[in-house]
T-cell receptor, first 112, second 115 residues
Framework: KAGVTQTPRYLIKTRGQQVTLSCSPI?????VSWYQQTPGQGLQFLFE???????NKGNFPGRFSGRQFSNSRSEMNVSTLELGDSALYLC???????????FGSGTQLSVL | AQTVTQSQPEMSVQEAETVTLSCTYD???????LFWYKQPPSRQMILVIR??????QNATENRFSVNFQKAAKSFSLKISDSQLGDAAMYFC????????????FGAGTILRVKS
């Protein structure tokens, strides 16, 4: 089975722009979670999607949003980018959200 | 809110030696899971070991074992016979159904392995 795939691996944007990151979970996995990793704040939970519905949400502003498609692929969007949004964004999938999480290699976002 | 604390920003170990990484957590819940994840330079988080809070027996996975002290809220990772490939950032994490199954991570410990 293919692992969790995140695209793109690297992204450079400027302040005020918006960005969309993609995550393809392992086949058969219906839960997709997103985490932000920064040197200052560490790893923080963004949100979880299951069967196209947001099931849990972390403490991030409304500029951070996501969605999940019927094939379980997920996207997260950040609007009006700020310098502090520069981070590694990690996606993780699992069959139902209650088992072992499988992580992707992340998307490194740099905001200039 | 649940918190996870890793007090060792960096640790070093000689190849073939044993090293212990520390983790403490704070929670009022009784049903939860604890994890150790490894993040090598490839950035992919890899699950090293998992412990269910209701199990008294410490989890073991090959060279990796934990010392789970529920009353003290302590969850340390012991790596035996350290190998160069063990060099990575290690994160301790907490998860509970009551919190929606999100992972709460500690700040991480960089492990360096010397040859």
């Amino acid at each position: 089975k293919a692992g969790v795939t995140q695209t793109p691996r690297y992204l450079i944007k400027t302040r005020g722009q918006q960005v969309t990151l993609s995550c393809s979970p392992i086949s058969g996995h219906r839960s997709v979670s997103w985490y932000q990793q920064t040197p200052g704040q560490g790893l923080q939970f963004l949100f979880e999607y299951f069967s196209e519905t947001q099931r849990n949400k972390g403490n991030f502003p409304g500029r951070f949003s996501g969605r999940q498609f019927s094939n379980s692929r997920s996207e997260m969007n950040v609007s009006t980018l700020e310098l502090g949004d520069s981070a590694l964004y990690l996606c993780a999938s699992s069959p139902s959200g209650y088992e072992k999480l499988f992580f992707g290699s992340g998307t490194q976002l740099s905001v200039l | 809110a649940q918190t996870v604390t890793q007090s060792q920003p960096e640790m070093s170990v000689q190849e073939a030696e044993t090293v212990t990484l520390s983790c403490t957590y704070d929670t009022s819940e009784s049903d939860y899971y604890l994890f150790w994840y490894k993040q090598p330079p490839s950035r992919q988080m890899i699950l090293v070991i998992r412990q269910e809070a209701y199990k008294q027996q410490n989890a073991t996975e090959n060279r990796f074992s934990v010392n789970f002290q529920k009353a003290a809220k302590s969850f340390s990772l012991k790596i035996s016979d350290s190998q160069l490939g063990d060099a990575a950032m290690y994160f301790c994490a907490y998860r509970s159904a009551a919190q929606g199954n999100k992972l709460v991570f500690g700040a991480g410990t960089i492990l360096r392995v010397k040859s």
